[in-house]
């Protein structure tokens, strides 16, 4: 029947077409060359190009600056301090990006995402859409990014990040250096490979917070590694750090309670029976 | 006393005969590059671990824990007394290690260690240790594959 036919190949024409057309939707030529294991160049602090701790001369509020003095006291004295990591917190935005272990990026059309060697992975929304009302905090936020073709040469060599919509509490390094507690914090990213050498790749990172009196950009380093290794890294497999109340303890090695600091009292028993044997 | 195998491209001591300068240098520049790998590599604060005070320890490994988020050497210690003491040894994650080719086999239960840890600032048996800062009883490095 001539008339079935044609609809029929209308119809598979139609099908064809929009499955061509979905496959062109991502065009890997269009985006640069991130793929394999990047590994960070500089130490664990935050602004590579000073030293961890008082070092990094954070524009910090004297209200927050007064909270980083006493983290760095009580880690002098065996404690933890501000950093929430050593109980296998997540480390959450921006200190991601540190990478104290390597990191791998996959691109996708809609969405870039980072996946970390020790961390839960970054979801980057590439895909043009708007900050959503009401989401979910994260650790790592809610990211959106844009695609930016610098040069004009037909192929994207940049993606900025914005980053909002984090929860706490999260440092900016193991010194205990703070965020602030309302969470209110936004990080730019600009993201983008050496024009010179295709295996360094560099991350401005601005970091806007109301701990802080204006806003930190630092500038980390990362360089490609040819010889990959993964290896497979959680926190929680074997860690030796306790955190009790508010106090930092130490596993021995049959498993009971050392503790950390000189002096230092044993946990708060209320909730167990003490009767007297 | 356990040796390790060799490797193509010891670490330590793989230097031509001869050539005493650059002996030197290789070594001074090893000991410069692992001096912090401890804290280096750490995904947390170390400042728990005395780094102004450190101690020296004789000990047979216990266990050695290749373990995330950091590798633990557990290390028999024995006492003036004549008892053992178990020691907690924090070091660097796995991760880390393999890239200065180390793996879960480069110590077994038995060897014997001189190490230079950083004790825990209550005085528990614990602390962390260091790749630069642990050698073989006799004093020798201990040879990792690159």
């Known amino acids: 029947m001539p008339v079935r036919s044609s609809i029929g190949a209308v119809v598979l024409a139609t099908v064809i077409v929009t499955t061509i057309a979905a496959a062109r939707a991502h065009d890997e030529t269009k985006y640069p060359d991130w793929s394999g294991q990047w590994l960070r160049t500089g130490g664990i602090q935050w602004d590579p190009t000073k030293p961890i701790g008082r070092g990094q001369q954070a524009p910090l509020t004297p209200e927050y600056q007064a909270i980083f003095e006493a983290s760095l006291a009580d880690q002098a004295l065996g404690g933890a301090g501000n950093d929430p990591r050593y109980a296998c917190l997540p480390v959450g935005m921006p200190r991601l990006m540190s990478v104290i272990f390597p990191m791998e990026f996959i691109f996708t059309a809609k969405t870039t995402y980072i996946l970390f060697e020790n961390n839960m992975p970054r979801r980057i929304y590439t895909d043009g859409r708007s900050w959503p009302d009401h989401p979910e905090a994260a650790f790592a936020g809610y990211s959106i990014g844009k695609w930016v073709d610098a040069d004009a040469d037909g192929r994207y060599d940049m ?15 193991g010194s205990g250096l703070p965020l602030h507690k309302d969470n209110q914090t936004i990080v730019k990213e600009r993201i983008y490979l050496d024009k010179t050498n295709s295996d360094i790749l560099y991350d401005e990172i601005t970091t806007i917070d109301h701990a802080l009196t204006r806003p930190w950009t630092v500038t980390k380093k990362f360089r490609r590694e040819h010889n990959p290794s993964w290896i497979e890294n959680d926190c929680s497999e074997d860690n030796h750090h306790l955190a009790i109340g508010k106090e930092h303890y130490f596993l021995s090695t049959d498993g009971h309670l050392m503790p950390a600091k000189k002096g230092q009292a044993p946990p708060d028993l209320r909730y167990f029976n003490q009767s007297k044997k | 006393m356990r040796m390790l195998p060799p490797r ?21 520049v090893s000991f410069a590059f692992m001096a912090t790998s401890s804290a280096v590599l750490a995904h947390h604060s170390f400042a728990m671990f005395d780094q102004e005070n450190p101690i020296e320890l ?85 040879l990792v594959s690159q």
């Open chain 1, 159 to 173: 993606l900025e990040v914005e980053t909002r919509h984090m929860k706490g509490p999260r440092t900016y390094e």
């Open chain 2, 8 to 28: 193509r491209h010891a670490r330590y001591g793989a230097i031509k005969k001869g050539d005493a300068m650059r002996r030197q240098l290789t070594a001074v």
């Open chain 2, 58 to 142: 004789d000990g047979v490994v216990h266990e050695f824990k290749f373990t995330s988020p950091h590798s633990f050497i557990i290390l028999a210690v024995k006492q003036q007394d004549g008892s053992i003491q178990l020691w907690s040894l924090e070091g660097g994650a796995p991760s880390a290690l393999v890239r200065d080719g180390w793996s879960s086999k480069t110590l077994k239960p038995g060897d014997e260690l001189k190490l230079t840890i950083e004790p825990l600032r209550s005085g528990a048996p614990g602390g962390s240790w260091s790749v630069s800062k642990t050698k073989l009883k006799d004093g020798q490095p201990i």
